[in-house]
Protein backbone atom coordinates (compact mmCIF):
# COMPACT_ATOMS: atom_id res chain seq x y z
CA UNK A 1 0.00 0.00 0.00
CA UNK A 2 1.23 3.64 -0.97
CA UNK A 3 1.11 5.61 2.30
CA UNK A 4 2.34 9.67 2.01
CA UNK A 5 3.54 11.05 5.19
CA UNK A 6 2.92 14.58 5.99
CA UNK A 7 4.35 16.27 9.14
CA UNK A 8 3.49 19.85 10.58
CA UNK A 9 5.38 21.59 13.54
CA UNK A 10 6.96 17.55 14.39
CA UNK A 11 9.22 15.33 13.49
CA UNK A 12 8.25 12.30 12.60
CA UNK A 13 11.11 9.36 13.52
CA UNK A 14 11.91 6.22 11.49
CA UNK A 15 9.94 4.01 14.45
CA UNK A 16 7.00 5.77 13.80
CA UNK A 17 7.11 5.15 10.04
CA UNK A 18 7.97 1.50 10.98
CA UNK A 19 4.93 1.67 12.87
CA UNK A 20 2.58 2.89 10.87
CA UNK A 21 3.88 0.94 7.98
CA UNK A 22 3.09 -2.27 10.50
CA UNK A 23 -0.47 -0.71 10.55
CA UNK A 24 -1.43 -0.14 7.01
CA UNK A 25 -0.49 -3.40 6.14
CA UNK A 26 -3.10 -5.21 8.35
CA UNK A 27 -5.43 -2.81 7.16
CA UNK A 28 -4.24 -3.59 3.23
CA UNK A 29 -5.10 -7.06 3.90
CA UNK A 30 -8.57 -6.49 4.32
CA UNK A 31 -9.38 -3.62 1.82
CA UNK A 32 -6.67 -5.08 -0.71
CA UNK A 33 -2.86 -4.12 -1.91
CA UNK A 34 -4.99 -1.23 -4.48
CA UNK A 35 -5.92 1.31 -1.21
CA UNK A 36 -3.69 4.52 -0.69
CA UNK A 37 -3.22 6.29 2.33
CA UNK A 38 -1.76 9.56 3.91
CA UNK A 39 -0.98 9.95 7.24
CA UNK A 40 -0.62 13.49 8.65
CA UNK A 41 0.59 14.66 11.74
CA UNK A 42 0.70 17.96 13.74
CA UNK A 43 0.83 19.56 16.93
CA UNK A 44 -1.61 21.09 18.44
CA UNK A 45 -0.75 22.73 22.20
CA UNK A 46 0.04 20.25 24.33
CA UNK A 47 -1.53 17.28 22.47
CA UNK A 48 -0.06 15.18 19.37
CA UNK A 49 -2.54 14.10 16.92
CA UNK A 50 -2.01 11.86 13.78
CA UNK A 51 -4.99 11.61 11.09
CA UNK A 52 -4.93 9.35 8.35
CA UNK A 53 -6.92 8.55 5.11
CA UNK A 54 -7.11 5.69 3.56
CA UNK A 55 -8.86 5.26 -0.29
CA UNK A 56 -10.10 1.72 -1.58
CA UNK A 57 -12.07 1.21 -4.40
CA UNK A 58 -15.33 1.93 -3.30
CA UNK A 59 -14.51 3.09 0.16
CA UNK A 60 -12.93 6.06 2.11
CA UNK A 61 -11.89 5.58 5.27
CA UNK A 62 -10.52 8.83 7.55
CA UNK A 63 -9.54 8.25 11.44
CA UNK A 64 -7.74 10.77 13.71
CA UNK A 65 -5.66 10.13 17.04
CA UNK A 66 -4.94 11.81 19.96
CA UNK A 67 -2.57 11.58 23.16
CA UNK A 68 0.05 12.59 24.52
CA UNK A 69 2.49 11.65 22.11
CA UNK A 70 2.42 10.95 18.47
CA UNK A 71 2.90 7.04 19.13
CA UNK A 72 -0.32 6.80 20.68
CA UNK A 73 -2.18 9.27 18.99
CA UNK A 74 -0.87 6.80 15.62
CA UNK A 75 -1.78 3.45 17.40
CA UNK A 76 -5.59 5.00 18.18
CA UNK A 77 -5.92 6.03 14.64
CA UNK A 78 -4.34 3.50 13.06
CA UNK A 79 -7.46 0.83 15.48
CA UNK A 80 -10.36 2.80 14.38
CA UNK A 81 -9.06 2.76 10.62
CA UNK A 82 -8.83 -1.04 11.00
CA UNK A 83 -12.55 -1.10 12.75
CA UNK A 84 -14.18 0.78 9.83
CA UNK A 85 -12.41 -1.33 7.26
CA UNK A 86 -13.50 -4.00 8.98
CA UNK A 87 -17.28 -3.08 8.70
CA UNK A 88 -17.11 -2.28 5.49
CA UNK A 89 -15.57 -5.87 4.82
CA UNK A 90 -18.53 -7.79 6.48
CA UNK A 91 -20.96 -5.40 4.80
CA UNK A 92 -19.58 -5.84 1.50
CA UNK A 93 -19.85 -9.72 2.25
CA UNK A 94 -23.17 -9.58 3.05
CA UNK A 95 -24.13 -7.80 -0.05
CA UNK A 96 -22.52 -10.82 -1.83
CA UNK A 97 -24.68 -13.25 0.06
CA UNK A 98 -28.15 -11.37 -0.94
CA UNK A 99 -29.90 -12.01 -4.34
CA UNK A 100 -29.66 -9.84 -6.45
CA UNK A 101 -32.97 -7.85 -7.34
CA UNK A 102 -32.23 -8.19 -11.13
CA UNK A 103 -32.46 -11.91 -9.91
CA UNK A 104 -36.05 -11.96 -7.81
CA UNK A 105 -37.80 -10.16 -10.50
CA UNK A 106 -36.31 -12.53 -13.43
CA UNK A 107 -37.91 -15.32 -11.79
CA UNK A 108 -40.40 -17.13 -14.03
CA UNK A 109 -44.18 -16.97 -12.68
CA UNK A 110 -45.78 -19.20 -10.48
CA UNK A 111 -48.45 -21.28 -13.22
CA UNK A 112 -51.12 -23.05 -11.65
CA UNK A 113 -52.44 -26.46 -12.70
CA UNK A 114 -55.29 -25.99 -15.04
CA UNK A 115 -57.96 -28.19 -13.94
CA UNK A 116 -59.09 -31.35 -15.14
CA UNK A 117 -61.58 -31.49 -18.05
CA UNK A 118 -65.59 -33.00 -17.31
CA UNK A 119 -65.44 -36.56 -17.64
CA UNK A 120 -67.83 -37.97 -20.37
CA UNK A 121 -70.93 -39.73 -19.26
CA UNK A 122 -69.57 -43.00 -20.37
CA UNK A 123 -66.02 -44.77 -19.00
CA UNK A 124 -63.95 -45.30 -22.23
CA UNK A 125 -63.47 -49.18 -23.07
CA UNK A 126 -64.78 -50.73 -19.81
CA UNK A 127 -69.01 -49.47 -20.85
CA UNK A 128 -69.17 -48.11 -16.76
CA UNK A 129 -70.69 -44.64 -16.17
CA UNK A 130 -68.37 -42.11 -15.36
CA UNK A 131 -68.23 -40.17 -12.06
CA UNK A 132 -69.63 -36.71 -12.31
CA UNK A 133 -69.09 -34.08 -10.58
CA UNK A 134 -71.20 -32.85 -7.54
CA UNK A 135 -73.25 -29.53 -8.21
CA UNK A 136 -75.41 -27.43 -6.42
CA UNK A 137 -77.30 -24.18 -7.37
CA UNK A 138 -77.00 -21.65 -5.87
CA UNK A 139 -80.14 -18.91 -5.04
CA UNK A 140 -79.19 -15.54 -6.08
CA UNK A 141 -81.35 -13.04 -4.39
CA UNK A 142 -81.34 -9.29 -5.96
CA UNK A 143 -82.78 -5.87 -4.15
CA UNK A 144 -85.35 -3.80 -6.44
CA UNK A 145 -83.56 -0.95 -7.44
CA UNK A 146 -86.69 1.50 -5.98
CA UNK A 147 -87.49 1.01 -2.25
CA UNK A 148 -90.82 1.51 -1.68
CA UNK A 149 -91.40 3.86 1.18
CA UNK A 150 -94.97 2.66 3.04
CA UNK A 151 -95.92 6.36 4.99
CA UNK A 152 -96.96 5.61 8.81
CA UNK A 153 -100.15 5.66 9.95
CA UNK A 154 -100.91 7.43 13.24
CA UNK A 155 -103.75 6.01 15.21
CA UNK A 156 -104.92 7.86 18.27
CA UNK A 157 -105.87 6.13 21.02
CA UNK A 158 -107.05 6.35 24.74
CA UNK A 159 -107.39 2.65 25.86
CA UNK A 160 -103.11 3.34 26.09
CA UNK A 161 -103.38 5.52 29.37
CA UNK A 162 -105.47 4.22 32.27
CA UNK A 163 -107.09 6.89 34.35
CA UNK A 164 -106.78 5.69 37.25
CA UNK A 165 -103.72 5.21 39.52
CA UNK A 166 -102.69 1.66 40.12
CA UNK A 167 -99.84 -0.71 41.05
CA UNK A 168 -97.23 -1.97 38.75
CA UNK A 169 -99.09 -5.90 39.15
CA UNK A 170 -102.32 -4.62 38.55
CA UNK A 171 -101.14 -2.18 35.05
CA UNK A 172 -99.49 -5.81 34.05
CA UNK A 173 -103.03 -7.40 34.69
CA UNK A 174 -104.27 -4.63 33.44
CA UNK A 175 -102.72 -4.55 29.56
CA UNK A 176 -102.98 -8.22 29.91
CA UNK A 177 -106.74 -8.15 30.27
CA UNK A 178 -106.93 -5.49 27.78
CA UNK A 179 -104.27 -6.97 25.13
CA UNK A 180 -102.12 -3.71 24.83
CA UNK A 181 -98.58 -4.05 24.22
CA UNK A 182 -98.24 -0.21 25.48
CA UNK A 183 -100.03 0.94 28.74
CA UNK A 184 -99.27 4.60 30.73
CA UNK A 185 -99.86 5.15 33.90
CA UNK A 186 -99.62 6.61 37.48
CA UNK A 187 -99.02 4.90 40.50
CA UNK A 188 -100.70 6.06 43.82
CA UNK A 189 -97.82 8.52 44.52
CA UNK A 190 -98.49 10.06 40.95
CA UNK A 191 -95.53 9.29 39.59
CA UNK A 192 -96.05 8.63 35.94
CA UNK A 193 -94.80 4.82 34.33
CA UNK A 194 -94.72 3.49 30.88
CA UNK A 195 -95.48 -0.51 30.10
CA UNK A 196 -94.58 -1.80 27.22
CA UNK A 197 -94.52 -5.08 25.72
CA UNK A 198 -90.58 -5.67 24.22
CA UNK A 199 -90.16 -7.89 20.52
CA UNK A 200 -89.22 -10.80 23.01
CA UNK A 201 -92.55 -11.48 24.88
CA UNK A 202 -91.19 -9.77 27.98
CA UNK A 203 -93.03 -6.75 30.16
CA UNK A 204 -90.89 -3.45 30.12
CA UNK A 205 -91.09 -0.49 32.72
CA UNK A 206 -90.06 2.82 31.93
CA UNK A 207 -90.24 5.36 34.87
CA UNK A 208 -90.49 8.54 33.43
CA UNK A 209 -88.43 11.45 35.14
Given at each position: ?71 S ?66 A ?9 M ?60
Open positions: MEVEYTARQVSVPKALRAQAEEGMERIARILGKTARASIMFRAQRHLHIAELTVKARLQTIVAAGKAATLEALRQALAHAELQAQRYRDRHYQRKRLPKEERVLEAPPVVRQKTRAAAPELGVGNGKPARAKASAAIVHSFPANMTVEPHVLRSEEAMSMKAMTIEEAVKDAEFRDRDLLIFRNVAGDLFVLHRRRDGQMELVEVP
